[in-house]
């Protein structure tokens, strides 16, 4: 037998070593990873949870916008994304097809429902990948969101294979063009995560963009690698948070009058723009306000004309509205003197000359007929007696020339002119300076509430939906008080009679059963490029600015008419009119405030005049609708007729005597009974001729009797009299109907 002999193999050895130590290795890695927590500074629990963990958001609603009702205005509505199946190995295993198997008629359905031409809609669904594979599935951007339940179930019908939906939210405005120009609009927006949030693009959306936005929540788990939950994994819920609610001091049911007004003058007249607030003179609050042009939120349809909130942040020149103002200042600073005559007409101003809107004005008359019949030289007159730098500090209490303070963007001020004497003048009848609408709505709380300034607000509160907890709770802010309580009743009742005298700018404005005080306004507009103003009546900014009821004033409104295209016998009052009258009107019958029974009341008791002011109690029984005639120059009444506690009809004559010059009336279409009245009161030497009614007389009205020269005063029978119409115009200069 042959004796075996053992020899080293040196490369066998070394590979033995080799493989061996890696072995080694290799074992030393495992152990160390299965018991080690952290490897090179990674963690390997973290690592293994983050490639299991799966985390599912939880969308957030959008706060909503309700009115002072809780009626909606704007939210969050359930809707749908588009979403289509496209990769035939979806349809493997399955009975009937879950892809899209015939893209050119799936397109020309789907053309008929979602914003997107069909051949677009073909391109997307027969895409590739970069690969040139096939996606599994397509979306169709914004024309595939924000699908409503109705369009959803239409396209259903169709019954197309690969098409499915999922739920989506939008942001949904029930009530169309509602205030849109306050509330604004919301828009979808893709975040750099890739997320898709709605944001608030304009109007409080855009304000209270960050109180409305909500915050998302989510789910997360673990999962295995296809995503499946794994048994008693831990689950953690972090719920999402809603927005918060903003409620407005709007009432829906009086912004739907103001729409529905507005919306009728927009179609009859078709001016170039119309703003309107109305508001509760007593707190502030505004409740309603709107503006044409308008826009629906939902697709913004018209709002490439005008993205501005006309009543805060663009500036006009009022026109006469301003006289309010001026009038005021007049009557608290002790200069207002009603039955001082004044030379109407025109006021020149070193090389300026102020004309009234007739042009040649009425003759001598006096302050208060000026007003009612909006004199502009009658202001200018007015100014030069209280003086320019008492004037503007009574505009300056009124907030004029200062922001509101309203909680809404973009508030503007506007500029009082006084560099030059002729803008003061302008100024005191409302051409040349500049002010928003919301500030003569802010001014105009003033005269409604016994001299309280009231700041606008929109906003009433904000409410967390989750807790209910109240987040900002506003209240009522007094701005100051321009005016005593005694000057608020004054001018009250001196714009009441602009509505019920015969001379008045007004007329068109009064209600049945509601007394309504207010004063009108024809703007002249400069042109954009400068050159001056435009000319025409087709040209003019027509405006009022009104309250009722007088004695206790419960809602002021503003309405203005830029450039309405009126026919050839109609004034501007008329489309102003339409909307003031409709919306105050049915206001307040809403808000239960029942008209007042004297229409229904033939005849009126007089009260006892003696020792009062005989100003202030014209100014009352014009808007009883008497005639007051002052036998005297004004003052404390020594005596008058008829008697107090007599019962006479409305259009009657009262006499009131007072001291001091008598300055003659117009006797025309006086009774003889009239005419023998006024001679006893006043001991004129009137003479008498003829019978029946005046029908002239030898001395002018409006003249100052000095000496004791005889008065003749002529009388015709009705058949024998021919009364001429008298004319009668608004302050466009147009002729009023006569009563």
């Known amino acids: 037998m042959k004796k075996s002999t053992f020899r080293f193999q040196k490369g066998a050895f070394l590979m033995f070593l080799l493989y061996g130590g890696l072995f080694l290795l290799l074992f030393w890695r495992i152990v160390h990873l299965q018991t080690a927590s952290e490897v090179n500074g990674y963690s390997l629990q973290a690592e293994a949870a983050a490639k299991y963990a799966r985390e ?79 996606p599994y599935q397509v979306e169709f951007g914004a024309a595939g969101r924000k699908i409503s339940y ?70 997360s788990y673990e999962s295995d690698r296809k995503g499946y939950l794994l048994p008693n994994s831990e689950k953690m819920i972090q719920p999402a948070k809603d927005g918060a609610d903003i409620y407005l001091t709007l009432d829906k049911t009086i912004q739907n009058f103001l729409d529905e007004a507005m919306t009728q003058v927009d179609k009859q007249y078709n001016p170039e723009s119309m703003t309107a607030i109305v508001a509760n003179p007593k707190t502030g609050e505004i409740l309603a306000m709107s503006q044409r042009p308008t826009f629906d939120p939902a697709d913004r349809v018209g709002l490439e004309s005008n993205w501005l909130n006309e009543t805060i942040e663009n500036v006009i020149e009022p026109g006469s509205t301003m006289k309010t103002f001026t009038l005021a200042a007049a009557v608290d600073s002790g200069n207002w003197h009603p039955n001082t005559q004044f030379q109407s007409g025109q006021y020149v101003v070193y090389d300026r000359t ?172 400069a042109r954009e490029h400068g050159g001056g103003y435009y000319e025409g009546k087709n040209h003019y900014l027509y405006s009022f600015l009104g309250m009722a009821p007088v004695e206790d004033p ?74 007051p005639v002052i036998v005297g120059e004004g003052g404390p009444i020594v005596e008058q007729y008829p008697a107090k506690d007599t019962e006479v009809a409305k259009g009657s004559i009262v006499f009131l005597k007072t001291e001091g010059t008598i300055t003659l009336p117009s006797f025309i279409g006086w009774s003889l009974r009239n005419v023998l009245i006024y001679k006893a009161l006043s001991g004129l030497p009137i003479e008498i001729v003829g019978e029946g009614y005046v029908d002239s007389q030898s001395v002018s009205e409006n003249t100052a009797i000095q000496d004791t020269a005889p008065i003749v005063v002529k009388l015709k029978t009705p058949e024998e009299s021919f009364a001429p119409q008298v004319e009668n115009t608004d302050e466009d200069g147009e002729q009023l109907p006569q009563d």
């Open 56 to 134: 599912v958001h939880l969308a957030a609603n959008r706060g909503r916008i309700l009115d002072r009702n809780d009626n909606v205005i704007a939210e969050d509505t359930l809707a749908y994304k588009l979403v289509a199946v496209v990769n035939e190995d979806a349809s493997k295993n399955s009975k009937e097809p879950v892809h899209v198997v015939d893209p050119a008629e799936t397109a020309k359905i789907l053309a008929q429902y979602i914003e997107m031409d069909e051949q677009e809609i073909y391109q997307i669904l027969t895409r590739k990948l970069s690969d040139g594979r096939t």
């Open 150 to 219: 109705d369009t959803k179930l239409a396209i259903e019908e169709h019954g197309l294979s690969g098409i499915i939906f999922e739920k989506d939210t939008k942001r949904y405005y029930p009530n169309g063009p509602f205030a849109s120009h306050l509330i604004g609009f919301a828009v979808e927006e893709k975040q750099e995560d890739n997320t898709i949030k709605t944001v608030g693009k304009m109007g409080l959306e855009y304000t209270y963009n960050e109180q409305l936005t909500g915050t998302p929540g989510s789910i």
């Open 354 to 525: 102020i004309r009234d809107h007739n042009k040649v004005g009425w003759g001598p008359i006096s302050y208060l007929e000026g007003f009612q019949r909006s004199s502009n030289t009658g202001m200018a007159h007015m100014l030069s007696i209280m003086g320019a730098d008492t004037f503007y500090d009574y505009l300056d209490r009124f907030g004029f020339g200062q922001k509101t303070g309203i909680d809404l963007p973009g508030e503007v001020t506007g500029t009082l002119l006084s560099k030059y004497p002729v803008n003061k003048v302008t100024t005191a009848f409302g051409q040349g300076s500049t002010v928003t609408p919301m500030q003569l709505i802010q001014g105009m709380t003033a005269i409604a509430n016994d001299g309280k300034m009231m700041q606008p607000y929109v906003i009433d509160k904000i409410v967390d939906p989750s807790t209910g907890r109240v987040i900002l709770d506003d209240e009522p802010i007094v701005k100051g008080q321009p005016v005593s309580a005694n000057t608020a009743k004054q001018v009250r009742e001196i714009l009441a009679s602009t509505v019920t005298s015969d001379k008045g700018t007004a007329q068109r404005f009064a209600l049945e059963g509601y007394e309504v005080a207010g004063k009108t306004g024809t703007a002249q507009i």
């Open 554 to 627: 419960q809602l002021i409104m503003y309405i203005a008419v830029k450039k309405p295209k009126l026919g050839e016998t109609e004034v501007g009052s008329e489309p102003t009119a339409a909307v003031f009258k409709m919306v105050m009107e049915n206001s307040l019958k809403y808000f239960n405030i029942n008209p007042e029974e004297s229409a229904e009341v033939e005849l009126t008791k007089l009260a006892d005049y003696e020792k009062k002011s005989a100003e202030t109690v014209q100014v009352d029984l014009i808007n009883q609708g008497l005639t």
